[in-house]
């Protein structure tokens, strides 16, 4: 996952319904949402095409480098994917590739309450536990098998318990209760903002204990740093990511939001291309996953801003035969592109403004 480099329901398918004013049909008689075009619908449904063939039976994507290495977060945010496009377990074109993600997940209880396989994601446990928090909260409303629901809600319920207990400082690391780190951080936030809006109890104290860890690592420039101690400058990957969970732990107007807001709005207003190494870190999908999903959220000024320039940059990069390669791997790096590019759509309430 991104540690590993360095920092770690209907379906679009001309089934649309527009709440935004479109770019235009296209001759197809759909109206789209702001910004979308017809190449970037089809774009869509050919990487979800490509995700669904590429799914293992059991759920998982392991017979791909970073679905070996990952298997959980990256089974969790191809399901984001999924559900971003109007899915759920039950109804769409990929129903049952959500259901076979929630089953695969669901697949090794552990003890603790840790949602993670038996390899433990090659020792970044977390990362997998905080995108499957994410994912099976985000089902867990459209789940209609009685079976199924109490068993993710046992899950989701045990998985909180096991993200509380595993905070250091208010932040958390690769493995439970063993320090803090950025990115991991961001990750448990938005997994319990996700149990959260699915009607979870989740303590108030964990989430004010980070977004105080946040505030503790935020440097001169206004972003936010790797860990606390690390004694270095602001990370953009890390400061896009913190700042779209502040918007989701309702932090819009603090100074810690509005001065990592302009950080990255000031590193991706640099470059024309969203995706040509912005601010000089690397991890481009990671930093735009994290990044469209806060200029999203922050209004029209900043989407407008952003998003046609994406919008191309992924068009151009998508592989014949609709994947994406990029930064982890194909499964993280589509299931990435897919996200950003159905943010207009407004299907998940994690995602919305």
């Known amino acids: 996952m991104i540690a590993v ?3 770690m329901g209907g379906g679009i398918g001309g089934k649309v319904r527009a709440e935004e004013t479109g770019e235009g049909t296209g001759g197809t008689g759909v109206i789209l949402p702001k910004h ?5 619908q089809a774009a869509i449904e050919k990487g979800l095409a490509w995700l669904a063939k590429e799914q293992d039976k059991d759920g998982s994507y392991t017979s791909k480098s970073d679905g070996r290495a990952y298997p959980y977060a990256m089974s969790a945010l191809a399901g984001m994917a999924f559900l971003a496009n109007g899915n759920t377990p039950s109804r769409g074109p990929y129903a049952e590739n959500v259901s076979r993600i929630v089953e695969y997940l669901m697949s090794n209880p552990h003890p603790t309450g840790l949602i993670t396989g038996p390899t433990q994601e090659q020792g970044y446990s977390m990362y997998g536990h905080g995108f499957s928090l994410l994912f099976l909260s985000s089902c867990y409303g459209m789940e209609t098998d009685d079976r199924t629901r109490a068993k993710m809600k046992k899950f989701i319920e045990n998985g909180i318990v096991l993200t509380g207990r595993a905070a250091r400082n208010g932040g958390w690391y690769y493995t439970p209760g063993t320090g803090d780190e950025g990115s991991v951080t961001v990750t448990q936030m938005q997994g319990l903002r996700a149990a959260r809006n699915a009607g979870f109890t989740v303590p108030k104290g964990i989430i004010e204990g980070a977004v105080t860890y946040l505030e ?6 206004g972003g936010i740093c790797y860990s606390l101690g690390s004694g270095d400058g602001a990370h953009l990957p890390i400061s896009a990511a913190a700042l779209a969970t502040l918007y989701n732990a309702g932090e819009y107007d603090s100074k810690l939001a509005e001065s990592c807001m302009a950080y990255v709005h000031k590193q991706f ?3 024309k291309d969203p995706f040509s190494g912005v601010g000089g870190m690397g991890h481009d999908f990671y ?3 994290y990044a469209a999903q806060a200029f999203y959220q922050a209004g029209d000024k900043y989407w407008d801003a952003y998003f046609p320039a994406a919008r191309d940059s992924l068009l151009r990069m998508q592989n014949g035969d609709g994947s994406w390669q990029r930064d982890v791997g194909p ?3 589509t299931s990435v592109a897919l996200i950003i590019l159905q943010l207009p759509y407004k299907y998940l309430p994690i995602y919305q403004r």
């Open 36 to 40: 979308v075009t017809v190449k970037t």
């Open 216 to 221: 503790r690592c935020k440097t001169t420039e």
């Open 269 to 271: 207003s640099i470059q």
């Open 287 to 289: 930093s735009n996953l």
């Open 331 to 333: 499964v993280f790096a």
């Open 5 to 7: 480099v360095g920092i």
